[in-house]
C-alpha cells in the first residue's frame, strides 16, 4: 500500500526541443511502500546524461506512455525500506539503482525515492564514493560494449570522436588498460596533453590539418582498425574514411544533429561497415550470469580505478534547470549530477 508521504521529483511535462530544462517542473510524489522482492531507495546522486537530454528535446524515439513522468536511467542511494522475502540487501546499505525502463514507466532516478525490484540494485562497496557509484552503468557499459563489438586486438588503434567527454575518457583509460591504442579527435589544444595523461596514445585537433591524412601518418598507412563516433554530421565522412579496409565505425550520439554523411565508395569498395550502438540492445541478450560477469568487471575496473568517471558539478534536485543548462555546455567540466539534501 502507498504511503502518505510525498517526495520531491524533476517531473518531465512534455518535449521542448531548443530548452529542454523547460519540458520539467518540480513536483511532489506519493513516497510508495516496497511490495514483495522490492525496495524503496533514497536517491543521494543521480547523473544527467546526454541521453536523458535528448529525451527532453524529443530527439529520441523514446516517449512516455503518459506525462508527467520522471527521467533518469541510473544513479544511487541508500535502502530506505525493504519488501518480503529481500535477502539481498539490508536497510541503510549504500546501492547502486538502475531504470532503464523509465521511459516507459515513468519512474526514473530524477527523484528523492524510487522502489525498485531488490534483484535490481546493486550493493556499493566503501571505497566507491556516490559520485562514482552514481555513474555505473550508462558510460562505463557503452565504453565496455563498443570495445567488445570491435573486439580490437591488441596494438591497434581505435579512433573516437569526443574524444575529451566523460565517456571519451573512460574509453581512453580502459583501451590503455586492455593494450589498445587510441586516436582520439578534440577540438581544442589544451585538451592534448590533458587526454594523453590519461593514456591516450594521440591526439587531433580536428580543427588543425587534414585528419585523414594525420591517421594514415600514425598508424603507417594502415588506417584505424575500427573507430567510434558520438558525432554524426559532417564528422562520420571523415571518421569512415580514417579506418581501414573492413573496418567498423560504431554510431553512438548525434551531437551534431540526426543525420550524417559518409562516402559511399567507403562502403562499396572498401567494404567499411557502418552500425549503430546502443547499450540497451547489446545487454537485452545478456544471461544472467553474463551480466553478473559485467557487474564484477565494471565494479573491478571502477575499484582500481582503471576507469576513473570524471565528476562535475552538482546541483539540488530543486535547481535541475541549471542542472540541465550546465550539461548542455560546451565545457561543463565532467559528469553533473543531480543530488539530494
Request: overall charge neutral; hydrophobic content about 40%.
Amino acid at each position: 500500500m502507498a504511503s502518505l508521504k510525498t517526495h520531491l521529483a524533476v517531473e518531465m511535462t512534455g518535449l521542448n526541443r531548443q530548452e529542454p530544462w523547460e519540458a520539467c517542473r518540480l513536483g511532489r510524489r506519493p513516497t510508495p511502500s516496497p511490495g514483495p522482492l522490492e525496495v524503496l531507495v533514497r536517491v543521494l546522486c543521480a547523473p544527467i546524461n546526454p541521453s536523458n537530454v535528448l529525451v527532453l528535446q524529443g530527439l529520441y524515439p523514446w516517449r512516455p506512455k503518459e506525462y508527467p513522468c520522471v527521467q533518469g536511467f541510473e544513479g544511487m542511494g541508500v535502502i530506505e525500506q525493504i519488501g518480503e522475502d529481500v535477502h539481498n540487501v539490508s536497510v541503510g546499505q549504500r546501492v547502486i539503482a538502475s531504470s532503464g525502463d523509465a521511459d516507459q514507466t515513468g519512474q526514473g532516478l530524477w527523484q528523492e525515492f524510487i522502489v525498485v525490484p531488490a534483484m535490481r540494485v546493486i550493493p556499493v562497496p566503501d571505497f566507491i564514493p556516490n559520485e562514482v557509484a552514481a555513474q555505473f552503468s550508462v558510460n562505463p557499459w557503452c565504453v565496455i560494449g563498443m570495445f567488445r563489438t570491435l573486439a580490437t586486438p591488441k596494438e591497434e588503434y581505435i579512433l573516437q570522436t569526443a574524444a575529451a567527454s566523460v565517456l571519451g575518457r573512460m574509453f581512453i583509460q580502459y583501451a590503455h588498460h586492455q593494450g589498445v591504442k587510441t586516436i582520439n579527435l578534440v577540438r581544442r589544444k589544451e585538451q592534448i596533453e590533458e587526454l594523453k595523461a590519461l593514456g591516450a596514445d594521440e591526439v587531433i585537433n580536428i580543427n588543425e590539418g587534414d585528419v585523414v591524412a594525420r591517421v594514415r601518418e600514425i598508424t603507417g598507412g594502415r588506417m584505424a582498425y575500427g573507430a567510434i563516433d558520438c558525432v554524426g554530421g559532417e564528422l562520420t565522412k571523415v571518421v569512415v574514411e580514417s579506418v581501414r579496409d573492413r573496418g567498423t565505425v560504431l554510431i553512438y550520439g548525434l551531437l551534431a544533429g540526426t543525420n550524417l554523411k559518409g562516402g559511399i565508395l567507403d562502403f562499396i569498395f572498401r567494404g567499411v561497415k557502418l552500425e549503430g550502438f546502443y547499450v540497451g540492445l547489446w545487454l537485452s541478450s545478456f544471461s544472467p550470469e553474463q551480466f553478473q560477469e559485467l557487474v564484477s568487471h565494471t565494479m573491478s575496473l571502477l575499484g582500481q580505478k582503471v576507469i576513473n568517471p570524471l565528476i562535475g558539478q552538482k546541483f539540488k534536485f530543486q535547481d535541475f534547470k541549471n542542472a540541465i543548462k550546465k550539461s548542455l555546455e560546451p565545457q561543463h567540466g565532467g559528469k553533473v549530477l543531480l543530488v539530494s539534501e
